[in-house]
């Protein structure tokens, strides 16, 4: 059964943004598990989420364990079949959806994408982007399926508030409830993808997972994936001075069993809200903008960066 999270009471339209963070299984078939997801999201809806997130690649089962040329059949376009579907329901519920997708830009070319779909006009895509760090190691062997995003500045379209839903890398999306950065999975290991997404605007950065333990691991390495897991990414919280959402699923396929624990963590690096290891869960976190103000006024970070010594990020090794 699934077990969720129960949120507190909250008035549409009033008080602190509300997320929501969808964390399930997937089974083998597609079709269900994008139902699955559609009903966790009207449930979401009917709790008073204003924006839901799905974990990475919801609609299958996580397919680079191998690498196998027939599962690029998993892909679609983007738009395709998928988002058409999610718009229809964002603009039937009034809500703002993220989701993750396997998507087929071109014979060829595939990319680990993350859609932001607004409600307006009956539904819409507000933004697109490419996952930009692709991993390639036992059980995660992604380069074999993903081309990795296109950098900021080779296609227009990079600014915050656009909608060409067409962003290329880093960026911040305006809701009328908050800025919006997407990032996916691996990307969460690196810090200057959080900065770059955090200094185009974004309050809250979005980072649809699948991670998780393979089944040869102790116990004790087990709790040190997940401590450093969580750690990195309130670590990017604290230092950009925004709100930090892992979104991750549960269940074992193959030789992988999933962590779940997604969370929220506020601009301070604490978690308001986090996910059992196992179960199926909706997880609420309700984020109060103002704390970004708060916090990077006592921590001023980002004023105290020092921009004229940073020339040698560019570069692959000093």
Known sequence: MTTRNTPPSQSAGAGPVRIAL??????TDPAQNIEKAIGLTREAASHGAQIVATQ???ASQYFPQIEDAKRYGLAETIPGPTTQRLCGLAGELGIYITAS?????AQGVYHNTSVLISPDGGGRIAGTYRKMHIPDDPNFYEKFYFTPGDAPGNVPGNAVGGDSGTHPGWQAIQTPHANVGMLICWDQWFPEAARLTALGGAQIIFYPTAIGWASNE???ERKRQLDTWQTVQRSHAITNGVFVVAINRVGTEGDLQFWGSSFVADPGGNV????DPQQEQIIYADCDLSLIDEYRQAWPFLRDRRVDAYRGLTQRYL
Not at 22 to 27: D, R, S, T, V
Not at 101 to 105: A, H, S, T
Not at 272 to 275: E, S
């Open 101 to 105: 997708l396997f998507e087929k830009r």
């Open 218 to 220: 102790t116990p004790d």
């Open 272 to 275: 308001i809200a986090k996910a």
């Open 56 to 58: 990475e690649l919801f």
């Open 22 to 27: 969808l964390q399930h299984n997937c089974g």
